[in-house]
């Protein structure tokens, strides 16, 4: 029988009380365990970090694949992750980038608490152990790779996005069943990164429908203290209305050694460079997303953060895995 890791990372699954709150995990792990199916042999962990999902950062999403691959060492293969919906599919997406095809990995949340007002018995109206039980079927059945399980949808956890803040179908994705052409490669996590990621600073800047200038200015205005990532999100495909000062000042940017990405800030498709309004962005030296999503245009900032220290770096290492 097949051994899967069940970790517990916090969110509304294990919430309790009127407002929500967090059951602290030693309390909260033996109730789920009074849940979980018997033909099944489960060990239940704690991650490294609990906290209500929007304020996740990348020091804990790489605490948690550090755990991961630390049980993998000890021939764990398998694993289901409980977490909050808030940044799930950022989750979803570091861990796919990190784990490539290492291990069978299926994330999960609930967007009602598992256990009533008092935490003593389950709650009467809940997702969670529905959205569990397909988690650990799919982690069962599914080849390797990292999943997101939520309301009978396995979704290529790359793709991921949260598409309704209080509906139960609320992820929307490729279907696990589509194939999913990709070729990660794990990254083994080790405490120097999880140090290095404390700092990492990416923005993501949504464009507007406002004049050109206005546009500028707040480019400019950036530029008194920048961060490592810079994401400009573009209309359509990655349309943006540009000129001349336009480009220099993204130059000015770069020259001061932050990487910036173009991408799109519509939810599904890729960017495509047909237009002849996208000429300038050869003229601008910047890098442009070849992501499934703006989750994973994170995590692969991230990952490339934790590698390279340049923006040469970044240009000439961007596209070595898609």
């Given at each position: 029988m097949k051994k899967i890791a069940l970790i517990y990372m916090g969110g509304?699954?294990?919430c309790i009380g009127e407002p929500l709150s967090p059951m602290p995990a030693e309390n909260f792990i033996p109730q789920l365990q009074?849940?979980?199916?018997?033909?099944?042999?489960?060990?239940?962990?704690?991650?490294?970090?609990?906290k209500d999902s929007s304020a996740c950062?990348?020091?804990d999403w790489l605490q948690l694949i550090q755990l991961i691959q630390n049980l993998q060492l000890k021939n764990y293969q398998h694993f289901v992750v409980i977490h909050g919906t808030d940044t799930l599919s950022y989750?979803?997406?570091?861990?796919?980038?990190?784990?490539?095809?290492?291990?069978?990995v299926v994330m999960t949340?609930?967007?009602?608490p598992l256990l009533n007002i008092s935490g003593t018995n389950t709650r009467e109206f809940t997702d969670a152990i529905d959205n569990l039980n397909f988690a650990l079927d799919a982690v069962a059945t599914s080849s390797v790779g990292v999943y997101l399980a939520f309301h009978h949808q396995l979704i290529h956890a790359q793709t991921a996005l949260k598409q309704h803040t209080t509906e139960l179908d609320a992820f929307a994705g490729l279907n696990a069943q589509e194939n999913l052409v990709t070729h990660q490669q794990s990254y083994v996590v080790h405490e120097h990164d999880i140090e290095k990621a404390q700092s990492f600073n990416c923005l993501s800047l949504m464009a507007q429908p406002i004049v050109i200038e206005q546009q500028i200015k707040n480019l400019k205005n950036l530029q008194q203290h920048l961060p490592h990532v810079l994401i400009l999100q573009g209309f359509g495909i990655g349309n943006l209305a540009v000129n001349q000062e336009f480009i220099t000042t993204l130059q000015d940017i770069r020259a001061q050694g932050c990487a910036i990405i173009l991408t799109t800030q519509v939810p599904f498709g890729i960017i495509d460079q047909r237009y002849a309004v996208?000429?300038?962005?050869?003229?601008?030296?910047?890098?442009?997303?070849?992501?499934?999503?703006h989750a994973d245009l994170y995590a692969k900032a991230l990952k490339m953060y934790l590698q390279y220290d340049s923006v040469d770096q970044w240009h000439a290492h961007w596209h070595d895995s898609l």
């Amino acid at each position: 029988m097949k051994k899967i890791a069940l970790i517990y990372m916090g969110g509304t699954f294990g919430c309790i009380g009127e407002p929500l709150s967090p059951m602290p995990a030693e309390n909260f792990i033996p109730q789920l365990q009074r849940v979980l199916p018997l033909h099944l042999h489960i060990e239940c962990f704690v991650a490294p970090s609990i906290k209500d999902s929007s304020a996740c950062t990348a020091t804990d999403w790489l605490q948690l694949i550090q755990l991961i691959q630390n049980l993998q060492l000890k021939n764990y293969q398998h694993f289901v992750v409980i977490h909050g919906t808030d940044t799930l599919s950022y989750a979803s997406a570091t861990l796919a980038r990190f784990l490539g095809q290492s291990a069978h990995v299926v994330m999960t949340g609930s967007q009602y608490p598992l256990l009533n007002i008092s935490g003593t018995n389950t709650r009467e109206f809940t997702d969670a152990i529905d959205n569990l039980n397909f988690a650990l079927d799919a982690v069962a059945t599914s080849s390797v790779g990292v999943y997101l399980a939520f309301h009978h949808q396995l979704i290529h956890a790359q793709t991921a996005l949260k598409q309704h803040t209080t509906e139960l179908d609320a992820f929307a994705g490729l279907n696990a069943q589509e194939n999913l052409v990709t070729h990660q490669q794990s990254y083994v996590v080790h405490e120097h990164d999880i140090e290095k990621a404390q700092s990492f600073n990416c923005l993501s800047l949504m464009a507007q429908p406002i004049v050109i200038e206005q546009q500028i200015k707040n480019l400019k205005n950036l530029q008194q203290h920048l961060p490592h990532v810079l994401i400009l999100q573009g209309f359509g495909i990655g349309n943006l209305a540009v000129n001349q000062e336009f480009i220099t000042t993204l130059q000015d940017i770069r020259a001061q050694g932050c990487a910036i990405i173009l991408t799109t800030q519509v939810p599904f498709g890729i960017i495509d460079q047909r237009y002849a309004v996208s000429e300038w962005i050869h003229h601008a030296n910047i890098l442009i997303s070849d992501c499934l999503g703006h989750a994973d245009l994170y995590a692969k900032a991230l990952k490339m953060y934790l590698q390279y220290d340049s923006v040469d770096q970044w240009h000439a290492h961007w596209h070595d895995s898609l």
